[in-house]
């Protein structure tokens, strides 16, 4: 499918002004829905319900805002911990997001990628994510790499055992070949990890590709995060100055003092 003809879902790109440098790729850990739930009185899986719906939203506003990658973090392989309630209640979640969303997504001009290990999940579940991404594999306005049973360590340890499966030599192990080996190869780094919630840790996500992204936290509870936070976020990082180890630009000439 082409990028081309879709109408724009929401009619406010011509109102907003965008900032200047917009990040090709954004990827979100999208915390706090337990809490959203807990503070209103609802059951935890209200606020993965209202998180699912939320996601909609943002996914939306990427398109607006021209982002070409998205990464959402929905299930780590730290998650099985959690009361088997939860995860049941989480895994049912996945299910009927794809059921009544694909066709959206789809008509969007969404491409859905799965990172992480499919193989723990009900033979089901795994056959209905393996459906949509060919559903939607065409498709090419926006990638969304949906991390479910995803743990960064999990993936180097992944791409490692491969790596030694294909006879790759030590010498030919390179930063590159690395990440031609993770779930995400072939997608460009993240330019900003967003996490919401007010926790202040990466918690396993894209250890790897985060290597040099710009973190930004947000004390909003992740079914509270709209497209105008979404904004200020991107505003944040356009202002921040990225110097991958190197100075800033305008101070490689500065005179040298005299010692
Ligand atoms: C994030 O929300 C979603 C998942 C981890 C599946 P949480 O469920 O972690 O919400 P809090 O952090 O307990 O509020
Ligand atoms: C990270 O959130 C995982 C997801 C958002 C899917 P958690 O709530 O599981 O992480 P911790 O426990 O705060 O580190
Ligand atoms: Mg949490």
Redesign the pocket.
């Known amino acids: 499918m082409s990028s081309t003809n879709h109408p724009l879902p929401m009619n406010q790109s011509e109102k907003t002004e965008l900032p200047e440098r917009i990040p090709q790729h954004v990827a979100i850990?999208?915390?706090?829905?337990?809490r959203w739930a807990i503070s209103r009185g609802l059951p935890r899986l209200a606020g993965h319900r209202a998180g699912t719906e939320n996601l909609r939203r943002i996914i939306e506003a990427c398109i607006e805002f021209k982002i070409r990658y998205l990464t959402?973090?929905?299930?780590?392989t730290?998650?099985w911990g959690?009361p088997q309630e939860e995860v049941q209640g989480l895994m049912r979640i996945l299910e009927d997001v794809i059921d009544r969303e694909i066709q959206e997504l789809h008509d969007q001009g969404v491409k859905l990628r799965h990172i992480g290990r499919l193989d723990r999940l009900d033979p089901r579940l795994q056959e209905k994510v393996l459906q949509a991404i060919e559903f939607t594999k065409d498709n090419n306005r926006l990638t969304l790499n949906v991390?479910?049973n995803?743990g960064g360590r999990d993936e180097i340890v992944c791409a490692i055992q491969h790596m030694l499966e294909d006879g790759v030599e030590a010498e030919d192990v390179s930063d590159e070949l690395v990440s031609q080996y993770l779930f995400t190869a072939g997608v460009p780094d993240p330019d900003i990890i967003i996490?919401t919630?007010g926790?202040l840790?990466?918690?396993?996500?894209l250890i790897w590709q985060g290597a040099y992204c710009e973190w930004i936290f947000t004390p909003t509870y992740?079914p509270d995060f709209d497209r105008t936070e979404l904004l200020s976020a991107l505003e944040e990082f356009s202002q921040r100055e990225r110097r991958y180890g190197k100075i800033a630009e305008n101070q490689g000439d500065l005179p040298q003092h005299a010692s």
């Open positions: 850990i999208m915390d706090g829905n337990g959402i973090y929905a299930f780590s730290e998650n959690r991390a479910f995803y996490r919630s926790e840790r990466g918690s396993n996500f992740w």
